[in-house]
């Protein structure tokens, strides 16, 4: 099913909230902790809630766009190689394409617009796709100087939202963006639109006026790589680094010789942590061996005895690897442990039972990246 995204009224007062904002945003803004996650509880095994497809209504009629308008719309629609989405891109911007986005620059890179789909293997629940918004918003804009969001507007019932912010670029540039998500089935897209402080209330309807013309295509979105937009993690004491999805929740949580990094999947079905332990003494070999199963008997899962190991494989790295499943909880997992010095270290996949080819690549990807800084 085809959809054209509808935005509500604020759409058009954005900017202006933006540029309205500007002489706050101009203090650095501290950005929120991540709660930490609790490490003692297996994965919820709820099925998802489907999300209705609803009719969208079209955007409000806009006027004609001023004589100093920064830009016309291109009277040929672009649409993404992929068939995710389609639009009528500003005329005389220059386009990058990616596998599942593209950007659009104008030509004195004041202003751009940034377009993505991502397949999010199920579609999500409302409560999952606003996981999905917020994860994306801390990872993909909450670390930059002086962030501040202006606008956040979720609608539950039409399955889109509009989160408006400011920061200050790598130049020292005041930026002024706002996104507008919308899922279809299991697609979720990000439309980002991008300019400078100083002329962002002249874009304000010209990009109005853009966003009316996107289409987008939830069918061919399930046809992209899962979770496909990454950052690269390292951990605090540059102990490993490995890529995670853009919009996977981040969580922090530290103890008495020990601390866990732990990123959660929008639908809550697959969870990916790494636990680093340290009490100043030396590993054996039978030390480490231990110390894993009594983490996952005691962390992951119901107790001593709930734990099935079904594999147990030393790695060429010298690590070594565990497949194992909950008897209880309906789910699975791989870890990897290791040892340097006086440091352990264990890095587990988890995912809920059926969710094993949709989570997958999404572990193989982290696998490989996984390194040493």
């Known amino acids: 099913m085809i959809k054209r995204p509808w935005f509500v009224f604020v759409i058009l007062a954005v900017f202006i909230l933006m540029v309205g904002a500007a002489c706050s945003a101009g203090a650095s803004a501290s950005t929120a902790t991540p709660e930490p996650a609790p490490t003692s509880k297996p994965l919820p095994t709820a099925e998802p809630k489907p999300t209705s497809a609803l009719p969208k209504p079209g955007l409000p009629t806009q006027g004609a766009a001023p004589a100093n308008a920064p830009f016309d719309l291109d009277t040929t629609v672009y649409e993404h190689p992929s068939g995710t989405f389609s639009f009528n891109p500003p005329a005389g911007w220059t386009a990058d394409e990616g596998q599942s986005g593209v950007v659009f620059t104008n030509p004195d890179g004041t202003a751009k617009i ?119 993690f390292t951990d605090k004491n540059n102990n490993f680094q490995f890529e ?55 962390t992951y899962t119901s107790g001593a005895g709930d734990i099935k190991v079904t594999g147990d494989v030393v790695q060429a790295d010298g690590s070594e690897r565990l497949d194992w499943t909950s008897k209880k909880g309906n789910f699975s997992g791989e870890s990897f442990f290791e040892t340097r010095g006086t440091t352990f270290l264990m890095l587990s996949l988890l995912f809920d039972e059926g969710y094993s080819d949709v989570y997958g690549p999404v572990f193989d990807n982290t696998l490989n990246t996984y390194a040493v800084p």
Do not use: C
């Open 244 to 298: 995670v999805p853009l919009s996977w929740t981040y969580a922090y949580d530290e103890s008495k010789n020990a601390y866990t990094d732990t990123f959660t999947s929008p639908d809550g079905h697959a969870v990916m942590q790494n636990i680093s332990y340290d009490d100043g003494t030396t590993f054996t070999k039978s030390d480490a061996g231990a110390t894993a199963l009594n983490i996952l008997n005691q």
């Open 114 to 232: 940034d377009f993505s789909a991502t397949n999010t293997g199920s579609e999500l629940d409302s409560a999952g796709l606003e996981t999905f918004i917020k994860a994306t918003e801390e990872n993909y804009f909450g670390w930059r100087t002086d962030y501040q969001q202006v606008d956040y507007n979720f609608d539950k019932s039409n399955s889109n939202a509009l989160v408006a912010k400011s920061f200050t670029d790598d130049n020292g540039t005041d930026q002024k963006v706002f996104t507008y998500y919308l899922q279809n089935g299991q697609g979720v897209y990000s439309f980002d639109f991008w300019a400078e402080g100083d002329i962002a209330s002249d874009y304000k309807d010209p990009y109005a006026n853009l966003l009316g013309t996107i289409n987008v295509n939830g069918t061919k979105a399930a046809d992209l790589p899962v979770y496909n937009f990454i950052y690269t």
